[in-house]
């Protein structure tokens, strides 16, 4: 298979990314932002011109400064502007389920309406992994770019606490609620390999404030079914980064 036809499987599950989502898997050894770009850009054209992927219309991100942050996928949708940001930080996350836990089969669905007596839940996904041995694991997936940490409680952490159990929406009922915790001080399409830039370092130290305060909130939450993880720490996601409403470092599996 050729080399960039190796990202025809993870476009299915992701539906749509950018250049950008792809150079922290694809260009690890890379040692400036530019250099990292070099080779997924070059993947990226082959796949266009064999016409395997296409540019989603996205308003009013064009021109050339937007050229490596253009969304491609294999069957394009036109793409809110608004919900943009919002996206990308997502796409992030799904990615690196899907690169770092290579061992395991993976599915996503995107904004699961999960409905019982008590309304309705949409989380931004739902992740359901299972090992070669067939032990599942499922994760709703909840990436927080603008609310504050109070609105997060209120509006979406409580309302989880009314859900009936897993079992009732078909999930395992070892399921974990995952919370991303970014803001909107930090830009999402900047990469891991700018993170000590001083522009970024104003964006985490946002994101750090308000994950502070977020866990701070839900310390009497289950300790066993919510984790949560600050953004620009989504390259790790397979470590023992998450924390729990105690305040517990652990690794999601």
Not at 69 to 80: E, G, R
Not at 102 to 110: A, C, H, N
Not at 165 to 179: M, Q, V
Request: net charge positive.
């Amino acid at each position: 298979m050729n080399s960039e036809r190796a990202l025809l499987p993870i476009f299915k599950k992701i539906q749509m990314a950018t250049v950008y989502h792809f150079t922290p898997w694809l260009s690890g050894d890379a040692t400036t932002f530019r250099g990292s770009l070099i080779w997924t850009t070059r993947q990226f054209s082959r796949l266009k011109v064999q016409k395997l992927i296409r540019p989603v219309d996205i308003y009013p991100y064009f021109g050339r400064k937007w050229r490596h942050n253009t969304f491609y996928s294999i069957k394009p949708d036109k793409l809110a502007n608004s919900h943009v940001e919002h996206q990308s930080g997502l796409i992030d996350v799904l990615m690196a389920f899907l690169y770092l836990y290579r061992d395991y089969e993976i599915d996503i669905e995107y904004t699961p309406k999960l409905k019982d007596h008590n309304g309705v839940y949409k989380p931004d996904a739902i992740v359901k992994m299972k090992s070669l041995e067939g032990k599942e694991y499922h994760f709703m997936v909840e990436f927080e770019r603008t609310r504050s940490a109070e609105a997060i409680y209120k509006e979406k952490l409580l309302k989880n606490e009314q859900m009936k159990p897993f079992k009732h929406y078909g999930l395992a009922d070892n399921t974990k609620i995952l919370y991303i915790c970014g803001h909107e001080w930090m830009n999402v399409f900047a990469r891991p390999i700018q993170y000590a830039d001083p522009e970024n370092q104003r964006g985490i130290q946002a994101i750090n404030k308000q994950f502070e305060l977020l866990i701070s909130k839900a310390k009497n939450l289950p300790d066993h079914k919510y984790r949560f993880l600050p953004y620009h720490e989504f390259p790790d996601l397979d470590k023992a980064e998450w924390i729990t409403p105690k305040g517990n470092r652990v690794r999601l599996i």
